[in-house]
């Protein structure tokens, strides 16, 4: 199949092209130029639309095996797809746990008959993620598993994930850390502090985090071995992977949308979608967090999607499950709080979403070339609208982002050639 994108911008991590057309043959980008007047199957009018690389995430909970309640592979993709991603790594806590060759088997061979985009398993570090036996990685690389966590449950103990920088290095694995010292953490519900204790909920202080983060640093320095940290929320521990990278730590890190564009007070009315692991954190933290976006101390952006059904965010604030949905609102939320205040340009937040996910994954993604994946999001960048999570493609709606007005509409998006999604 042809396919023709006409007069577009292409927008990547280091260039802007304006009145571009591109040529899509047999999955792949064939060429890129002006008054390309192929004949193609189908072809698409990109004037005033900008064409960006597919999204890469490299942190998300697909749910399937064992979960499908909430979400499923071909359900979690479609939403991925609306979102303008291309290329997913979905977490090992499943049911089974995906911690052996067999699984991971099992995960690919049902995403090719069902995904719509590109999914990339990730492995446990430990055996069932107790955090005590490391898994089988290099069985589990050749099955197709792109890095290892325990992603929903830290490693504690440091002998442990010593361990796994070494092994998890030998076989070219990136290790994504789940930074929690859960005897801080001590089962809290909400960021410690005045309003947790004015809502009377028990808190989970920011130290929970920063410790462990202190730590995997330390760890990474010592054995030369890199490590990757999830999900950052906190002003410690952006100061911590800041101060790591100027001495050399090859330390890598990611955030989500909603720790740099909710606080803690957005659950001062126990809405349970706005509870989620790490806790919402103050203004302060928020600040550092896009500061360190900013200034590369946070190298890429991730959704965390993390759908649960209603009924297990339907109860108390201190019962509910912790994570909210992110595949369709992380590009629109990035385009709105940080490229139209000027905080980030387009190219980069187009950069932390694509290129560099796919760098740390070590996955061949994320850039707009001849001969490429023809892996594409095309974008309506001024497109305005309410957020509507009665609207998403996922099986589940636990957004707080509900009457949120963004800007940054994804149109198409096309994965090995193919449109995937298309705005109707």
Do not use: W
Request: hydrophobic letters at 40%; proline letters at 4%.
């Amino acid at each position: 199949m042809k396919l023709l994108i006409k007069n577009g911008t292409i927008i990547t991590g280091d260039r802007t092209e304006a009145n571009k057309d591109i040529l899509i043959e047999d999955g792949k980008i064939c060429r890129i130029g002006e008054g390309i007047t192929d004949t193609a199957d189908q072809v698409i009018d990109a004037n005033g639309l900008a064409v960006i690389p597919g999204l890469v995430d490299a942190h998300c909970h697909l749910r399937d095996p064992g979960y499908e309640y909430k979400e499923d592979i071909r359900t979690g993709t479609m939403s991925a797809a609306k979102g303008g991603f291309t290329s997913v790594a979905c977490m090992p806590n499943t049911n089974p746990v995906i911690d052996n060759e067999s699984i991971v088997r099992t995960v690919i061979a049902k995403a090719r008959r069902e995904a719509v985009i590109n999914v990339y398993p990730i492995g446990a570090i430990t055996k069932g993620q107790q955090g005590a036996e490391l898994a089988e990685m290099g069985s589990m690389k050749v099955a197709g598993i792109v890095a290892v966590s325990d992603d929903g449950k830290p490693v504690m103990q440091a002998s442990v994930m010593k361990k796994a920088l070494i092994y998890a290095a030998g076989f070219g694995l990136t290790v994504i850390s789940h930074c929690e010292d859960l005897d801080l953490a001590e089962g809290g519900s909400m960021n410690e502090g005045e309003t947790c204790t004015r809502l009377g909920l028990h808190g989970i202080p920011s130290a929970a985090e920063d410790v462990m983060v202190a730590r995997e640093i330390i760890l990474s320095e010592y054995t030369g071995m890199p490590v990757h940290i999830a999900h950052v929320s906190t002003k410690g521990a952006v100061e911590l992977i800041r101060q790591a990278k100027k001495r050399g730590v090859p330390v890598t890190a990611e955030t989500c949308p909603h720790y740099f564009t909710l606080t803690e007070k957005a659950c001062e009315g126990y809405d349970t979608n706005t509870k989620m692991n790490p806790p919402l954190r103050t203004q302060e933290d928020v600040d550092a967090v896009i500061q360190g976006l900013s200034d590369g101390a946070i190298d890429i952006i991730a959704t965390d999607h993390a759908p649960h059904h209603f009924d297990e965010k339907n109860v108390e604030f201190e019962l509910a499950a912790n994570g909210i949905v992110g595949f369709e609102t992380a590009l629109p939320l990035a385009l709105t709080y940080l490229v139209k205040p000027g905080i980030l340009t387009l190219n980069q937040v187009v950069s932390k979403m694509s290129a560099m996910p796919a760098r740390i994954l070590k996955i061949d993604k994320g850039d707009i070339r001849v001969g490429a994946d023809a892996d594409l999001a095309i974008v309506n960048l001024e497109e305005e609208y309410v957020i509507n999570p009665d609207e998403f493609l996922s099986k589940s709606k636990n957004s707080p982002f509900k009457g949120f007005k963004v800007s940054g509409r994804v149109k198409y998006t096309i994965c090995g050639g193919k449109i995937v999604y298309q705005d109707k």
